[in-house]
């Protein structure tokens, strides 16, 4: 299965995410009092989010039977922590344990669950942030991912197999509303571009490359 680099929806949020950055920063409005300038005097973001997790574009090409390698949308927490190098300038710490359900569909076999891959992943991302005045706060990033296989779990009728380590490059926007000093409401978007990895086990193999677009919405707090 072959999807468009750039799929007509993630160009779509990516424009929302644009206008939406633009309104605030060119709003001579939100300079007035109610900004937050915050980041003067907290350093340090800890950040509690709702997820949903997409593949947007999927490509594999498996051994012998052919067919398509394909998972589903997931809904789940996540956490992460930014520190401040300067006001406009913050590292993104990201880390934690990911499961993903695999299946083929079409093959010569017909469709069939592969199994439950559970991974380890951490992330870095540098952000930047272009306005620090204001309530509203978008911002800007890159960084990289790793992630690892912590467990596999083969479906009924499949053999144990491996899967390769997997490093990603990261972009990232979003918008924080500062609700006081120290708390904040915060919608993300990261997209992960990965490289091909490879499924390994006893008469199969398979190369697979998914990209992964993760929106988000949560609360943070400034210390």
Not at 16 to 43: D, Q, R
Not at 62 to 73: E, F, L, N, V
Not at 103 to 122: A, D, L, P, W
Request: charge should be positive; charged fraction near 15%.
């Amino acid at each position: 299965m072959k999807v468009n680099f750039f799929p007509r929806r993630l160009f779509r949020v990516f424009l929302s995410y644009l206008i939406i950055f633009i309104f605030p920063v060119a709003s001579p409005a939100m300079a007035g009092e109610n900004g937050y300038k915050v980041y003067e005097s907290n350093k340090w973001m800890l950040r509690a989010m709702l997820l949903d997790v997409r593949t947007v574009k999927s490509n594999s090409n498996i051994s012998t039977i052919g067919g398509d390698i394909k998972t589903p949308d997931k809904r789940t927490v996540g956490v992460d922590i930014s520190y401040f190098l300067t006001p406009e300038v913050a590292l993104e710490f990201q880390g934690g344990v990911f499961s993903r359900d695999y299946s083929i569909s079409n093959s010569k076999i017909g469709s069939f669950k592969v199994g439950t891959i559970e991974s380890n992943s951490v992330s870095l991302t540098l952000q930047y942030h272009f306005v620090t005045c204001c309530a509203f706060t978008p911002y800007l990033g890159v960084g990289a991912n790793h992630a690892w296989t912590r467990k596999v779990k083969p479906a009924s009728g499949i053999p144990e197999f491996q899967v390769q380590d997997v490093n990603s490059l990261i972009l990232s926007a979003g918008i924080y509303y500062y609700l006081s000093e120290n708390w904040s409401f915060n919608t993300s978007l990261r997209y992960l571009i990965s490289p091909d990895y490879q499924f390994e086990g006893h008469g199969f193999s398979a190369s697979v490359k998914m990209d992964t677009i993760i929106t988000g919405v949560g609360v943070a707090y400034h210390f």
